[in-house]
């Protein structure tokens, strides 16, 4: 069975930084590409970043480029989000999610397993 375990989050003031961190479990890591997402409170689910399955395609949703990076590391089983210059408009509950392909892939339908989550605050 999948698991995916998000870590990192938490209350940080504007234009500070913090690392998540996504392991997983139950497949096979280094076949499949991977991504992370976020809901705001009375918010939809929203992309935030995307990497194919070797780590040299990268995609940023708009609102993040430039201060967001996605990382893998194949060797352990783990995918990374470092969030710099934060704002309080990144306030959310932020997920990584794998889906069935090695390809990048930006759309939330084709994520077929997720984490829990992990609460990121960003104080003004």
């Known amino acids: 069975q999948v698991q995916l375990v998000e870590s990192g989050g938490g209350l940080v003031q504007a234009g500070g930084s913090l690392r998540l961190s996504c392991a997983a479990s139950?497949?096979?890591?280094?076949?499949?590409?991977m991504g992370w997402f976020r809901q705001a409170p009375g918010k939809e689910r929203e992309f935030v970043a995307a990497?194919?399955?070797?780590?040299?395609?990268?995609y940023y949703a708009d609102s993040v480029k430039g201060r967001f990076t996605i990382s893998r590391d194949n060797a352990k089983n783990t995918m990374y989000l470092q969030m710099d210059s934060l704002k309080p408009e990144d306030t959310a509950v932020y997920y990584c999610?794998?889906?069935?392909?090695?390809?990048?892939?930006?759309?939330?339908?084709?994520?077929?397993?997720w984490g829990q989550g992990t609460q990121v605050t960003v104080s003004s």
């Open positions: 999610a794998t889906q069935n392909s090695f390809r990048l892939i930006t759309g939330i339908h084709q994520y077929d397993y």
């Open positions: 139950g497949r096979t890591f280094s076949r499949y590409g």
């Open positions: 990497i194919n399955w070797s780590g040299d395609s990268t």
